[in-house]
């Protein structure tokens, strides 16, 4: 996929050389409401084995990240190649309500579809309603709720696995 150019942000896919500007970047967006862990989606190294360069898209502003999102897919099983998980998407507040995580959204969906996924998954925590607002508004349904899944600042949170079908999405609602 090609960086594309909307209105004022331009998204592309990541490269090696931006882990440190990422990783300063979620250092000011994520808290326990939004992932089980303040330091980011999964606590993982950046663009290693659970999160490789190649499936994060970048959004910057003159330069500067000011989103990203990464998918991936669900299981290493060649009987679940159909499935892609949306690991993160994450917009700086400043953006929030503007259509920049809708671009986002829009970057992950057509890299999932070209990589032949049918389907995109993703968990998010039940103490997170703008974006779980965010992603029925794309389509995505709840398949399932893990309840009381994280112990957070003392109390338990759902973890909410929700899905988008590829196959017969059209486009934001
Ligand atoms: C999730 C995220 C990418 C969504 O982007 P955004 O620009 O905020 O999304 P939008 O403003 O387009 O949509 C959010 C929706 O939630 C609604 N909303 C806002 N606050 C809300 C709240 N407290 N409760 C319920 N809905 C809420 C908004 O009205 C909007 O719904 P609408 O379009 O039907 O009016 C962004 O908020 C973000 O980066 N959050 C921090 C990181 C994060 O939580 N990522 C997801 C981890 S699973």
Not at 51 to 80: F, H, K, M
Not at 116 to 142: E, Q
Request: aromatic letters at 6%; hydrophobic letters at 45%; a neutral charge.
């Amino acid at each position: 996929m090609v960086a594309r150019a909307q209105g004022r942000f331009a998204i592309r896919r990541a490269e090696a050389r931006d882990s440190a500007a990422l990783d300063a970047f979620d250092a000011n967006i994520w808290d326990l409401s939004m992932t089980p862990t303040d330091l980011g989606p999964g606590h993982q190294p950046r663009f290693g084995v659970t999160i490789p360069v190649e499936d994060t898209w970048i959004a910057e502003d003159a330069g500067q990240v000011v989103g990203y999102a990464v998918i991936g897919r669900r299981t290493t099983l060649e009987s679940n190649r159909h499935v892609g998980v949306l690991r993160a998407i994450a917009v700086a507040p400043a953006q929030r309500g503007t259509s920049l995580a809708q671009e986002l959204m829009g970057a992950a969906i057509a890299a999932a579809r070209e990589r032949g996924m049918r389907k995109l998954c993703l968990t998010v925590l039940g103490s997170n309603p703008r974006a779980i607002a965010f992603y029925k508004r794309h389509g995505f349904v709840v398949e399932g709720t893990l309840r009381d899944e994280f112990l957070l600042r003392d109390v338990y949170v759902d973890d909410v696995l929700m899905a988008l079908d590829l196959a017969s999405y059209a486009g934001k609602g």
